[in-house]
């Protein structure tokens, strides 16, 4: 069965500093990985997606991530924070035949100092 | 255009009350899934509907149930609350819930409190 794994519940970054957020999966075919992002009170919103091809994607609000099937990793990278980005990431693997039965992490909260 | 629209937005039920909560997926989109979001956790699959079949199910008890009408809107229903049923409950809908890959965009979600 598939899972996903955020080993960070909580980070922290100063306004202006980059940003990782770390995510593994676990599932026996080529998956299908997502990155949403969830503000207080709100629904999830894709940030982006891999499906196949290049393993570098690039999504909205200058968020990209990077697939590597070595590592059984999906982590998403910000060059540079702003306070508005202070939200829960949730990170999610869907088998290739359909994209509606996600299997989302436990999510990380990122907050941002100024 | 609309997104997707989740009635009601919140509401607070009674151990042992049943409850319907209701999704309206984006026009066009025939595929409506449903999660449940605990509060601190990540969002678990209930339910997936594709042309007003059922397509998927998650580790949920018969308690949970739900359909999707001509429309392609959908009603999720949970019989017999118990307090840990408190939770977001979010609806997402997509274009296809077949062997093409199609985004899913989420509503907001129905808070459900359960006292």
């Known amino acids: 069965a598939q899972s996903v794994t955020q080993p960070d519940i909580h980070i922290t970054v100063s306004e202006g500093a980059s940003l990782e957020l770390r995510c593994n999966y676990s599932?026996?075919?080529?998956?299908?990985l997502f990155w949403y992002v969830q503000s207080p009170g709100q629904g999830l919103q894709l940030l982006l997606k891999y499906f196949s091809g290049d393993t570098l994607v690039q999504g909205i609000k200058g968020f990209e991530a990077e697939f590597k099937r070595s590592q059984s990793s999906f982590n998403l990278r910000k060059p540079s924070v702003h306070w508005s980005d202070a939200a829960e990431y949730f990170c999610?693997?869907?088998?290739?035949?359909?994209?509606?039965?996600?299997?989302f992490g436990a999510g990380t909260r990122l907050t941002v100092k100024p | 255009d609309a997104g997707v629209t989740q009635s009601p937005t919140h509401l607070i039920k009674t151990r042992g009350q049943q409850v319907t909560l209701r999704c309206s997926p984006i026009?066009?989109?025939?595929?409506v899934s449903w999660y449940q979001q605990v509060l601190g956790q990540g969002p678990q699959f209930i339910f997936q509907?594709?042309?007003?079949?059922?397509?998927g199910r998650g580790n949920f008890p018969d308690r949970f149930s739900a359909r999707q009408f001509p429309n392609y809107s959908s009603e999720l229903n949970v019989n017999a609350l118990l307090l840990g049923d408190s939770a977001l409950y979010l609806c997402?809908?997509?274009?296809?819930?077949?062997?093409?890959?199609?985004?899913?965009?989420f509503g907001q979600g129905t808070r459900l409190t359960v006292v």
């Open positions: 599932y026996g075919a080529t998956p299908y």
């Open positions: 999610a693997v869907a088998p290739g035949y359909n994209n509606n039965d996600m299997r």
């Open positions: 026009s066009g989109h025939k595929s």
């Open positions: 997402a809908s997509s274009l296809s819930g077949g062997p093409s890959v199609t985004e899913a965009f």
């Open positions: 509907y594709y042309e007003k079949e059922e397509r």
